[in-house]
């Protein structure tokens, strides 16, 4: 007997909706580059070529995830997008905008719309944390603090640094991005004088 979709439950739409538009996107990303990462470059280069300091920011991002963190967080959101896992990231970034809150008001709903959309079992963009620590951010909503998340956060970020962040520097999208920033960074350096 064949099911209409109106039978379906609702998060199981919601899924089947978003697992459509990933699809698409990458659909279309394929359709445009080779497949090489040279979409994502084009659009890192867009975000970033009016910065003074690009080829610092770009040669800088392999020596440190915190630089990649501070000032190339639209290029690792780009690359994460293309392997369908940016909810480390999108979570890092809420927790961070989240610190900045002051409102106690404020504090307690994004806390709950924070834990909804990345930690509670089932969520849109469940990230990846053991039980343990799903269930200590869960009692730190009793009263949230700016700090309920900081475990939570913390584990996503190790997890970006030592899973995610390894891949994107060898991704063709970063090196392609690092060749052109180290080309720029050359030229760009006063050469010594020729002696003819």
Request: charged content about 30%; some cysteine.
């Amino acid at each position: 007997m064949c099911r209409t979709l109106a039978a379906f439950p609702t998060n199981c739409l919601e899924r089947a909706k978003e697992f459509k538009t990933r699809l698409g996107i990458f659909l279309h990303k394929s359709e445009l580059g080779s497949g090489t990462g040279s979409v994502g470059k084009f659009e890192w280069d867009s975000k970033h070529s009016k910065e003074g300091n690009f080829s610092e920011d770009v040669l800088g991002w392999r020596e440190s995830f915190d630089l990649l963190l501070s000032n190339g967080v639209a290029a690792f959101h780009a690359f994460l997008k293309t392997e369908f896992s940016e909810e480390n990231l999108e979570f890092w970034l809420a927790c961070e905008e989240f610190r900045k809150l002051r409102s106690a008001t404020k504090l307690a709903s994004r806390a709950h719309r924070i834990f909804e959309e990345f930690i509670c079992s089932e969520a849109p963009k469940e990230v990846n944390i053991d039980h343990e620590t799903r269930e200590l951010t869960r009692t730190n909503l009793q009263t949230p603090t700016a700090m309920c998340f900081d475990v939570a956060q913390g584990k996503t970020r190790t997890l970006m640094e030592k899973d995610s962040y390894p891949r994107f520097l060898k991704s063709p999208a970063y090196r392609d991005l690092a060749a052109e920033a180290a080309a720029a960074s050359a030229s760009a350096s006063p050469s010594e004088p020729s002696h003819t």
